[in-house]
């Protein structure tokens, strides 16, 4: 089936302005995870969902950055009032049951370049 | 701080020599796994080790560690101009989360 998808695949935007990114994951994961991955750097855990459990936030950078699942499918991760050092790729993977030690798949992306 | 960090960070050889990766952890694992990012895009899983083994092979890879050193290796043999990309190890931290290191970025000139 299709993996996780996400969009947009880049975005610019200015100082201040607030973004939303989405991620598709894989039909039928129940499992959603958010990274960054800061220029040369590894990824960044900011955000979990699991089922219809509270998501795990406790990685989210700061409370500018929020995240949510509808249905148990998509999710969309926002970050208002961006500053130059949210530029990132943003990745979203998921996972079949979200047990502890599951394989990932990860989705293309989202380059962010905040002016 | 990282749960996994990898070495060299950059490794630039010739196609159809041999590429390694190291990779030191600080925790205890019951398992390890490979990825690999081409482009700074999405992540690619390779192989996963788990603790009890220390050797495996998968194609052209092979994966080898030792928790006693809490380090792994990664082995790609014969390596081609499509194997230049980004190499990540990752472990799982005491709360169930994925730790990557912060990678290591090969290029293989042909």
């Known amino acids: 089936g299709a993996g996780v998808s996400q969009s947009p695949s880049n975005k610019v935007t200015e100082k201040g302005k607030d973004v939303e990114l989405r991620c598709d994951p894989i039909s039928g994961h129940t499992a959603l995870y958010w990274y960054r991955q800061s220029l040369g750097q590894g990824l960044e855990f900011l955000i979990y969902f699991q089922g219809n459990s509270a998501p795990d936030k406790s990685g989210l950078p700061s409370d500018r950055f929020s995240a949510e699942r509808t249905g148990g499918s998509v999710s969309t991760l926002t970050i208002q009032r961006t500053q130059q050092e949210d530029s990132a790729v943003y990745l979203c993977?998921?996972?079949?049951?979200?047990?502890?030690?599951?394989?990932?798949?990860f989705g293309p992306g989202t380059r962010l370049l905040v002016l | 701080s990282q749960q996994g960090e990898e070495d060299p960070q950059a490794l630039s050889i010739q196609e159809g020599e041999n590429a390694t990766m190291n990779c030191s952890y600080k925790?205890?694992?019951?398992?390890l796994q490979w990825y690999r990012q081409n482009s700074g895009r999405g992540l690619v899983h390779l192989i996963l080790i788990r603790s009890n083994e220390r050797e495996k092979h998968s194609g052209r890879l092979r994966v080898t560690l030792d928790t006693s050193k809490k380090s792994s290796s990664l082995l790609i043999t014969a390596s081609r101009a499509a194997d230049t990309a980004s190499y990540f190890c990752a472990t799982w931290d005491e709360r169930g989360k994925l730790i990557f290191g912060q990678g290591t970025e090969l290029s293989v000139k042909p």
């Open positions: 925790t205890s694992i019951n398992n």
């Open positions: 993977a998921s996972s079949s049951l979200g047990l502890a030690e599951e394989t990932q798949y």
